[in-house]
Nanobody
Framework: QVQLVESGGGLVQAGGSLRLSCTAS????????MAWFRQTPAKEREFVAA????????DYVDFVKGRFTVSRDNAKNTVSLQLNSLKPEDTAVYYC???????????????????WGQGTQVTVSS
């Protein structure tokens, strides 16, 4: 498994930007599909974006397409999520997740991911 630690959350005004980072330890990071999820107290944890192990393919949920960008640097064992044009409804705890069982399949279901970070809070004020 992979150990994951997120950083980069904070408070930002609507229309602003943040960059979340997830640093991984463990031997399987470079071969794992990585994803970002988010959760609010009122909703279940939901898929946001995913990226293949080599970074060639990505997947985004519709409500973040064109605003969020997922990327990774396997040399630094990091995966990032750039959040632009933030809206108050983007307020959530954002989680990084790893699927060590595949390098290429971009699952959206939580139960396909076997490692999780502790989450980082993003708050967008109106």
């Amino acid at each position: 498994q992979v150990q994951l630690v997120e950083s980069g959350g904070g408070l930002v005004q609507a229309g602003g930007s943040l960059r979340l980072s997830c640093t991984a330890s463990g031997r399987t990071f470079s071969s794992a599909v990585m994803a970002w999820f988010r959760q609010t107290p009122a909703k279940e944890r939901e898929f946001v974006a995913a990226i293949t192990s080599n970074g060639a393919d990505t997947d985004y949920v519709d409500f973040v397409k064109g605003r969020f960008t997922v990327s990774r640097d396997n040399a630094k064992n990091t995966v990032s999520l750039q959040l632009n044009s933030l809206k108050p409804e983007d307020t959530a705890v954002y989680y990084c997740a790893a699927n060590s069982r595949t390098s290429v399949v971009l699952y959206r279901r939580l139960n396909q991911y076997d490692s999780w970070g502790q989450g980082t809070q993003v708050t967008v004020s109106s």
